[in-house]
């Protein structure tokens, strides 16, 4: 079982910035890729970013390449996704996932994911 706590959420201004991290309990968390996902109200969920389990393999959505990055580290069990540039638009509960790692890339499908976090709000005022 893996479990999942994401912090680093908040209220910032458009055009500012928040680092994002998302902690797992786990005992080999090499064995796993992340991804990020954020749902916004009334919308569905939607992949953001994502990771292999080495950190040597990422990919973004196009709504957020060029402003967001992501990274891992092993020794610490978290995966962090640095966001800059934010935009109203990116507004929303962001989530961190887990599955067990794979050769082909890290997965933008949700389908793909066994593990979830609760997810931490993202608030970007204009």
Same mark, same amino acid.
């Given at each position: #079982?893996? #479990?999942? =706590?994401?912090? $680093? $959420?908040?209220?910032? #201004?458009?055009?500012?910035?928040?680092?994002? &991290?998302?902690?797992?309990? =786990?005992r080999?968390?090499?064995?796993? %890729?992340?991804?990020?996902?954020?749902?916004?109200?009334?919308? %569905?969920?939607?992949? =953001?970013?994502?990771?292999?389990? *080495?950190g040597?393999i @990422?990919?973004?959505?196009?709504? =957020?390449?060029?402003?967001?990055?992501?990274?891992r580290?092993?020794?610490?069990n978290?995966?962090?996704?640095?966001?800059? *540039?934010?935009?109203p638009? %990116?507004?929303?509960?962001?989530?961190?996932?887990?599955?067990?790692?794979? @050769?082909?890339?890290?997965?933008?499908?949700?389908?793909?994911?066994?593990?979830? $976090? #609760?997810?931490?709000?993202? @608030?970007? &005022? &204009?």
């Amino acid at each position: #079982q893996v #479990q999942l =706590v994401e912090s $680093g $959420g908040g209220l910032v #201004q458009a055009g500012g910035s928040l680092r994002l &991290s998302c902690v797992a309990s =786990v005992r080999a968390f090499s064995h796993y %890729d992340v991804g990020w996902f954020r749902q916004a109200p009334g919308k %569905d969920r939607e992949f =953001v970013a994502g990771t292999s389990w *080495s950190g040597e393999i @990422t990919r973004f959505a196009e709504t =957020v390449e060029g402003r967001f990055t992501i990274s891992r580290n092993n020794a610490k069990n978290t995966v962090y996704l640095q966001m800059i *540039s934010l935009k109203p638009k %990116d507004t929303a509960v962001y989530c961190c996932a887990a599955y067990v790692r794979r @050769t082909a890339p890290p997965s933008a499908s949700p389908y793909e994911y066994s593990y979830w $976090g #609760q997810g931490t709000q993202v @608030t970007v &005022s &204009s």
